[in-house]
C-alpha cells in the first residue's frame, strides 16, 4: 500500500531564511511525486514533480524538491523564504509499478513565513 | 490555462437531502477525480473516472455516486447528505496518468 507523511503540522519560517517541508513516502514500486499548494479559499496548485531522472527537481515559485531513495524522501526546499509563500502544502505520491490512478496525499504541512 | 470549476463555493443542506456537487473542466482531461478535503486528514478519493461513463471508487466511496455523461463534467451525488459528509470538496482533472492534477477552487459543503 502507498502512502506519504508530512511529519510537521506547521513550519515557520522567517522571511528571507531557507525552508524546508519535509516528505517521507512508501510505495511498492516506482515512486511518482507531487507537491501541491493551497493558499486559502482556493484548490490546489501544481508546484513540481519527480517521475524519472535527475533527483532535484525545480518547480514554480522558486521552490524545488530533491527525490532521495534511500530515505524515501521527498522533501520540498526554498532558499529564501517570502512571506507570499505563507500556505498549505501537500506533498502526493502515485505508485508506478501499480498502475493506479489514485494520487494518494499526505496531510499538509502550513507554512507560515514571518516578515 | 487549464480551468477546473465547481457551480458552488459555499452549500447548507439538511440531513436526508440528496445533494448534486457538479464539475467542468475546459481542457479535454481524460481523468476527473473527487476528493474531499479534512484537517488532519488531508485529501481523499472519493472517485475517479477515466473516460466518459467509467467510474472507479477510491478510498472513501461510502455514501457517495458519481456521473460522468460527457467528457468535460463530473458530478458528484449524496444520496442522502449526512453530518458526516460536512466538508470541503475538490473536482481535478488530468491529462494523462502521470500528468499533475489541476484543481477546482472547492465546494464547502455544511450538512445541517
Known amino acids: 500500500a502507498q502512502s506519504v507523511a508530512q511529519p510537521e503540522d506547521q513550519v515557520n519560517v522567517a522571511e528571507g531564511n531557507p525552508l524546508t517541508v519535509k516528505c517521507t513516502y512508501s510505495v511498492s514500486g516506482n515512486p511518482y511525486l507531487f507537491w501541491y499548494v493551497q493558499y486559502p479559499n482556493r484548490g490546489l496548485q501544481f508546484l513540481l514533480k519527480?517521475?524519472?531522472?535527475?533527483?532535484l527537481v525545480k518547480g514554480s515559485y522558486g521552490f524545488e524538491a530533491e527525490f532521495n531513495k534511500s530515505q524515501t524522501s521527498f522533501h520540498l526546499k526554498k532558499p529564501s523564504a517570502l512571506v507570499s509563500d505563507s500556505a498549505l502544502y501537500f506533498c502526493a505520491v502515485r505508485d508506478g509499478e501499480t498502475g493506479a490512478n489514485n494520487l494518494f496525499f499526505g496531510t499538509g504541512t502550513r507554512l507560515t513565513v514571518i516578515p | 490555462d487549464v480551468k477546473v470549476t465547481q457551480s458552488s463555493r459555499y452549500l447548507v443542506k439538511r440531513t436526508g437531502e440528496k445533494v448534486f456537487l457538479e464539475c467542468v473542466q475546459d481542457m479535454d482531461h481524460e481523468n476527473m477525480f473527487w476528493y474531499r478535503q479534512d484537517p488532519g486528514l488531508g485529501l481523499r478519493l472519493i472517485y475517479f473516472s477515466y473516460d466518459v461513463k467509467m467510474k472507479e471508487k477510491g478510498d472513501i466511496p461510502e455514501g457517495y455516486s458519481v456521473s460522468r455523461e460527457k467528457k468535460e463534467r463530473f458530478s458528484l451525488i449524496l444520496e442522502s447528505a449526512s453530518t458526516n459528509q460536512t466538508s470541503m470538496y475538490l473536482c481535478a482533472s488530468s491529462w494523462i496518468y502521470n500528468s499533475p492534477l489541476h484543481f477546482g477552487n472547492g465546494t464547502r459543503l455544511t450538512v445541517t
Open positions: 519527480y517521475i524519472t531522472g535527475d533527483n
